[in-house]
């Protein structure tokens, strides 16, 4: 199965180019989203979790997001330390993931792709960027948070510079119809070349 990578930076508008694959029937994998899931679901992360960052790493509805967000953004080896209890789990569960898929490639969705060494297992990686200052009037209008807290975030992700020397494509998402084009242009590409090699 071949995987394409898909990344950015937080505000970057991955969702919104990751529904635009979606709608071309291309089976997606939203690493957050099922890590998230995983650490409700999972005894042993549970376990580890609780083990790393104390009894309120849970609360009566399950993972205490908030309590976690504030140690691992304000401290790097805690984050590294979240990183090793959850990657492997993920890992583990994308792999029956891409072997399960109908279509014709797949897409692994990381907003820190390359610093959990996920572009390793990807054939294709494509970058989604936007301007800072547009990414952060985009999360401050998604989420209840503030500019300090997004740049804090942005600070735990490699910069956009770093990730495109790393990219095989880059989306530059300002303009939703622009977005669209390069999105059909990147799949006929991915196409085409699946179509050589096999």
Do not use: W
């Not at 492997?88 to 014709?104: E, L, Y």
């Amino acid at each position: 199965m071949i995987i394409v990578g898909l990344t950015g930076g937080i505000g970057s508008g991955k969702t919104t180019v990751l529904k635009m694959f979606q709608a071309l029937e291309i089976d997606c994998y939203i690493a957050d989203i099922e890590a998230k899931k995983l650490m409700n679901s999972s005894k042993k992360i549970r376990k580890a979790m609780i083990e790393e960052f104390g009894d309120d790493a849970y609360n009566d509805i399950g993972l205490n997001k908030k309590y976690i967000a504030k140690i691992v953004f304000e401290n790097p080896e805690k984050l590294k330390k979240l990183n090793k209890i959850v990657h492997p789990r993920v890992n583990k569960h994308f792999k029956k993931f891409a072997k399960n898929a109908t279509s014709i490639y797949v897409i692994y969705e990381n907003a820190i792709l390359f610093e959990s060494k996920g572009h390793k297992k990807c054939d294709f990686i494509i970058t989604v960027t936007a301007p800072i200052d547009v990414r952060i009037e985009r999360i401050l209008a998604r989420d209840t948070t503030t500019k300090v807290d997004i740049l804090n975030r942005m600070k735990n992700q490699l910069s956009d510079e770093e990730k495109i020397v790393k990219s095989d494509f880059i989306i530059n998402n300002i303009d939703l119809i622009e977005t669209q084009k390069d999105v059909v242009k990147i799949h006929s590409v991915i196409l085409q070349k699946i179509k050589e090699v096999h």
